[in-house]
Every structure is written in structure tokens, then in C-alpha cells.
């Protein structure tokens, strides 16, 4: 009997995963990400040693469920575990395996809008400045940061940035971001001339392998580079430098963004460049630097001397 009623709960999340793959066109990471917190919810069930189908849970179990998360997880993480199950169990009832979301009376823990971390521009500078340009990986570690500051992208889309995305004569780049949803983002000169420098004097010289001839930025074997390689650059770039902010490569997105802002770029072209769905994503920026706000307001308001 364990053996079937595990199964009908691997079942439901198998099923669960090729929806969000194919119906959401979400990427594999949220995917993973999904299926971890409903296996949360999974075992927390069997260890009531009662048998609670995905169709048939109640209210109840999952009150009990949540009441346990804080035990473990932090309030933000609560936030989207609860909002994941709601996803999941609006899925069962879109396919008719449930008449009701039993997630719907239950409310998700209060969080505070976190304010993303930045850099100025001149920790950036001293960031770019510790690379070590006499290795081969030092002009690619440069284009890298460049990119990611200069374009403001996701680490993701950094790394499946390809060779025919770049519409250097155009002066833009196509970006496939979350759900494969493509955006067009405008490069700047000095961009484009530090990942021209590393794909005419670096990556020309590589022994790239098969399928990873498209990518622009390469390891040393050839292949396609990954999300955790990028995060280690950044970091041993900030040891180097005795940069003792926690940053990762996100924060040179949410400094692209703030830089932008505090410079009086219109917040509606920031959320197109960064691929924000909602302005309400991009709000987060207005909140970053208080002071460069009222200096807008006593500068363009007429009631101020």
C-alpha cells in the first residue's frame, strides 16, 4: 500500500513538472525548485502515516504543514513554498482532479520587501580592475562582468547568451529569459568592445565541442559555462579585492537598474530592459536610493524654490 501511495504523489508531481515545462515554458531551475518544496509537503505527509492523496488533502494537513515550515524555513522561503502549493493545486483543479484549492484560506507569512544589494560604479571599477588579464579566462572574465552590468542580466541568461544573439551592428542583443520569453536589449560600445576582445583573441583559440559552438562565453574544455562558475568569478574577485559586501551576480543586474535610475532613466524602459512582467518588479529600484529621490523632487517640483 506505501508503494502505491508514494507513487500517486510521484505521479501528481511528474505530471506537475511537464505542465510547468510545457504549458508555463518554465526553465529547469524553477522547475527544481517547484518540485523540492511539494516533496517537502510529500514527506511531511507520510509522516503522519495517514493516507492524504494529492486530490483529496484537506485544509487541515496543510494548515498543519505550514504550521511547521517556520521551524525550518525562513518567512520569505514560507512565502514561496505556499504560493508554489497554491500553483499546484490551481493545476488539479484546472484538470479536474480536485473541485477546490484547499491553499485558498490559508495565508501566506507577512515579508518585508527586501531592497536589492548594489555596487557603485566604483566597486565595480576596482572589481574589473583585480582581473588577471594575463590568462586566457581573464578577457572572458571581463567581457562577463561587463555583460552582466552593462545589458543587466539574469546569470541564466548570461550563460545562454549565443553568437547569434548579438546584433552588434544594431547596437542589441536578444535576450531568452524567464518562461523563454525573448527581449531585445540594447549594448553599449564599451560592451561590445570587451566581448569582441575576448572572441577574437580568446575564445577563437578554443577546442570547442560539439553543441556548445553557439555560446559565447566558454570554460577552458569548451563547453558552455554554468551558473555556479560565474558565482565563484565574482567571488574570488571579491576576496581579491577585500569587497566585504555579499554580492552575487544578480547584484550587478539590480546596480545596472539603480544606475540607470539614479541617472533619470524612465522606469517603463528599466522594466523592458530587464524583462520585468510587471512594473511592480521594477518598483523595487525606486526604494534602493531615498536621497537621489528628493533630490528629483526638489529640483523638478514647481512648489520648491
Same mark, same amino acid.
Request: glycine share 6%.
Given at each position: 500500500m506505501t508503494y502505491i501511495y508514494s507513487m500517486e504523489w510521484s505521479l501528481a508531481l511528474r505530471d506537475y513538472e511537464h505542465y510547468l515545462k510545457i504549458e508555463r515554458g518554465l526553465s529547469e531551475n524553477s522547475i527544481k525548485s517547484y518540485a523540492l518544496d511539494l516533496k517537502k509537503l510529500q514527506e511531511f505527509v507520510e509522516t503522519l502515516q495517514t493516507i492524504e492523496k494529492p486530490e483529496t488533502i484537506s485544509k487541515e494537513v496543510l494548515q498543519q504543514f505550514v504550521y511547521e515550515l517556520p521551524k525550518t524555513v525562513n518567512a520569505r522561503s514560507q512565502a514561496r513554498i505556499l504560493s508554489g502549493l497554491k $500553483? =499546484? =493545486? /490551481?493545476? @488539479?483543479? =484546472?484538470? %479536474?482532479? &480536485?473541485? %477546490? /484549492? *484547499?491553499?485558498? @484560506?490559508?495565508?501566506? *507569512?507577512?515579508? $518585508? &520587501?527586501? @531592497?536589492? %544589494?548594489t555596487l557603485s560604479t566604483a566597486e565595480i571599477d576596482k572589481l574589473i580592475a583585480a582581473i588577471d588579464l594575463s590568462k586566457p579566462e581573464g578577457e572572458r572574465n571581463r567581457a562577463i562582468l561587463e555583460t552582466l552590468y552593462g545589458c543587466g542580466l539574469r546569470v541564466s541568461e548570461l550563460i545562454n547568451l549565443k553568437l547569434s544573439d548579438l546584433y552588434f551592428d544594431e547596437d542589441f542583443i536578444k535576450v531568452t529569459g524567464k518562461g523563454s520569453k525573448q527581449r531585445f536589449v540594447p549594448i553599449s560600445p564599451i560592451t561590445k568592445k570587451y566581448i569582441d576582445l575576448y572572441r577574437n583573441e580568446v575564445r577563437i583559440h578554443l577546442d570547442i565541442k560539439e553543441g556548445h559552438e553557439d555560446f559565447v562565453f566558454l570554460n577552458r574544455r569548451g563547453k558552455q559555462l554554468t551558473r555556479a562558475m560565474i558565482f565563484t568569478i565574482i567571488k574570488r574577485l571579491c576576496a581579491i579585492t577585500g569587497l566585504r559586501k555579499n554580492i552575487s551576480p544578480h547584484t550587478f543586474r539590480h546596480s545596472f537598474a539603480t544606475h540607470l535610475l539614479e541617472n533619470g532613466a524612465d522606469l517603463r524602459a528599466i522594466q523592458q530592459m530587464l524583462g520585468h512582467e510587471s512594473i511592480t518588479t521594477t518598483e523595487v529600484y525606486v526604494h534602493v536610493n531615498r536621497t537621489h529621490l528628493a533630490q528629483v523632487l526638489n529640483k523638478f517640483h514647481p512648489r520648491n524654490p
Open positions: $500553483g =499546484f =493545486f /490551481n493545476y @488539479l483543479v =484546472f484538470e %479536474d482532479y &480536485r473541485t %477546490d /484549492n *484547499p491553499m485558498d @484560506l490559508i495565508e501566506s *507569512p507577512k515579508i $518585508g &520587501r527586501k @531592497l536589492p %544589494d
